[in-house]
């Protein structure tokens, strides 16, 4: 199983970017599907996740500014970042969590991370 991401690179304050990812590979049913991301010196941080079924979440930094839209039956996570801010910075990762296709629970897939950088 592998999740590609790509879309990052750097843009100006205020400006936009879009992330996708698609995985591919014995992925069982996908669940959930969203972004974290990882600034210098921080823990790893939700951003924003497709929880199936019309439902989101997003963090409260990202709230207005950044849409997720999963495709579960595509396999593919998208992140459209809006009116970004330095503080956007980090190297994000897409995650799906899918169905354990060995029985109860879920199986946690990462993207390989794609840089963002905002510049001021």
């Known amino acids: 199983v592998q999740l590609q991401a790509s879309g990052g690179g750097l843009v100006q304050t205020g400006g936009s970017l879009s992330l996708s990812c698609a995985g591919s590979?014995?992925?069982?049913?996908?669940?959930?599907m969203g972004w974290y991301r990882q600034a210098p010196g921080r823990q790893r941080e939700l951003v924003a996740l497709?929880?199936?079924?019309?439902?989101?979440t997003y963090a409260d930094s990202v709230k207005g500014r950044f849409t997720v839209s999963g495709d579960n039956r595509k396999n593919t996570v998208h992140l459209q970042m809006n009116s970004l801010k330095p503080e956007d910075t980090a190297v994000y990762y897409c995650?799906?969590?899918?169905?354990?296709?060995?029985?109860?629970?879920?199986?946690?897939?990462w993207g390989q991370g794609t840089q963002v950088t905002v510049s001021s």
């Open positions: 995650k799906f969590i899918a169905q354990n296709p060995m029985g109860r629970g879920t199986v946690d897939y």
């Open positions: 590979g014995s992925i069982f049913r996908v669940l959930i």
């Open positions: 497709d929880n199936g079924g019309g439902g989101t």
